[in-house]
């Protein structure tokens, strides 16, 4: 839409219902529904278009849901196959292990396969016990970063823990360390919902404040590094493990109360796009509902995007919020964060990493899970982990 010619067209139009070339300048969708709300109220067309105008609307192509769908499907049913090997047991990969390959660079999860495959043979650690271990590992990478209870909304009201310097390895202060980077967030985003607009937002956290403060990373570093790779796991560490940016402004988003807790419980996510000096963009998009729980046993043989209510993986979630201009949030629209200090920025590390992890907790289930929806014990987890940090990398966890 070019805001400049619509804004000349108001201003010059002495009779707004002759809409013909407005609607020349809008996106087809957006055209829609200005027709929708002039024939509801003709004579609101002038705020129709001044509220366009006021909150220039912007849209790039989506992917779909689940891009490469039939190999992606046919990668968890070779991992299935190679948890049942040679012996044919009734083993089943879960709900967890299929958001991954789902979300997962395909060239990664191969690579895994592999390995895998090859790792030594031992009566401990055959491909099954490999493969049992990643996918108890996976529902606790994806629980740690949706903890019970959800993201906090805003910093505690006493001032965190400092970190020595010397741990973190950043660049920051000692003062700006502990410094509340949910209020400097509110302050960059002019105290509005970067999405709605509306004032007195919440700081919403890229990254949970409940496993950045208790530095429960084990799990989600075994995971990304055997779905992404060691570089682009140690990218994202180096962000979600230095406390100098997780309790900073770059670990923060300004959104109103309910798209916070939607954001919190994987309803949407947001894809970041490219970044300059000062500014960040973002693409949203809306997640969708699954029946499955993360626990969920996959039957690799039957219709697997069936089980997980995907038959339809072309398709994104339905459009939950409005923007300040009436018209809905669509998923595909794109949204400018601006900062004067670059280091004010939202981190486009985080960003990435929160775009695959809310796919996966959706497609899973992982959001809305209980307690009971785990029920592995710890003690299982770590001696889960430990066996595959000796398979992939011949060491145990760290």
């Given at each position: 839409m070019e805001h400049s010619k619509l804004v000349n067209v108001m201003a010059t139009r002495t009779n707004p219902t002759d809409r013909a070339e407005v609607l020349a300048l809008l996106e087809p969708d957006l055209a829609d529904?200005?027709?929708?709300?002039?024939?509801?109220?003709?004579?609101?067309?002038?705020?129709?278009?001044?509220?366009?105008?006021?909150?220039?609307?912007?849209?790039e192509p989506v992917?779909?849901?689940?891009?490469d769908v039939d190999e992606r499907c046919s990668l968890f049913r070779e991992l299935e196959q190679l948890l049942q090997e040679p012996d044919h047991l009734p083993l089943r990969l879960n709900a967890t292990m299929l958001g991954f390959v789902m979300v997962a660079p395909i060239p990664k999860i191969k690579e895994s396969i592999s390995v895998i495959r090859s790792a030594p043979i031992s009566s401990a650690n055959t491909p099954q016990c490999r493969l049992i271990g990643v996918n108890t590992v996976a529902l606790f990478a994806v629980r740690s970063y949706l903890p019970k209870g959800g993201r906090q909304a805003d910093p505690p009201a006493t001032p965190p823990m400092a970190v020595p310097i010397s741990i973190l390895g950043a660049p920051h202060s000692a003062r700006n360390v502990i410094r509340h980077g949910g209020e400097a967030a509110k302050i960059r985003d002019g105290h509005v919902c970067v999405f709605v607009g509306t004032s007195d937002p919440a700081a919403a956290h890229i990254f949970p404040f409940a496993t950045s403060a208790k530095r429960d990373f084990n799990h989600l570093n075994q995971l990304l590094q055997m779905f992404w790779g060691s570089d682009k796991t140690m990218a994202w560490r180096r962000h979600y493990e230095n406390a100098g940016i997780t309790q900073s402004a770059q670990n923060y988003i300004s959104m109103n109360h309910q798209l916070h807790y939607w954001f919190d419980n994987a309803r949407f996510a947001?894809?970041?796009?490219?970044?300059?000096?000062n500014e960040i963009v973002v693409q949203f998009h809306w997640l969708r509902k699954t029946p499955l729980k993360p626990r969920t046993d996959i039957?690799?043989?039957?219709?697997?995007?069936?089980?997980?209510?995907?038959?339809?993986?072309?398709s994104?979630?339905?459009?939950?919020?409005?923007?300040?201009?009436?018209?809905?949030?669509?998923t595909g629209q794109t949204f400018i964060i601006?900062?004067?200090n670059p280091e004010d920025l939202p981190s486009f590390e985080l960003l990435d990493?929160?775009?695959?992890?809310?796919?996966?907790?959706?497609?899973?289930?992982?959001?809305?899970?209980?307690?009971?929806?785990?029920?592995?014990?710890?003690?299982?987890?770590?001696?889960?982990?430990?066996?595959?940090?000796?398979?992939m990398y011949g060491r145990r966890s760290l």
């Open positions: 529904q200005f027709l929708r709300a002039v024939n509801v109220n003709p004579n609101g067309v002038h705020y129709t278009l001044d509220a366009l105008a006021s909150d220039p609307i912007a849209m992917t779909e849901y689940i891009t947001l894809r970041p796009l490219r970044q300059t000096r039957m690799g043989e039957q219709d697997i995007l069936g089980q997980a209510g995907l038959t339809d993986h072309q994104w979630g339905v459009n939950l919020a409005h923007r300040r201009s009436g018209f809905p949030i669509q601006r900062a004067e990493l929160q775009w695959n992890l809310l796919r996966v907790a959706a497609i899973s289930g992982a959001a809305e899970a209980t307690d009971e929806d785990y029920e592995t014990d710890d003690d299982e987890a770590e001696a889960a982990l430990d066996l595959w940090s000796q398979t």
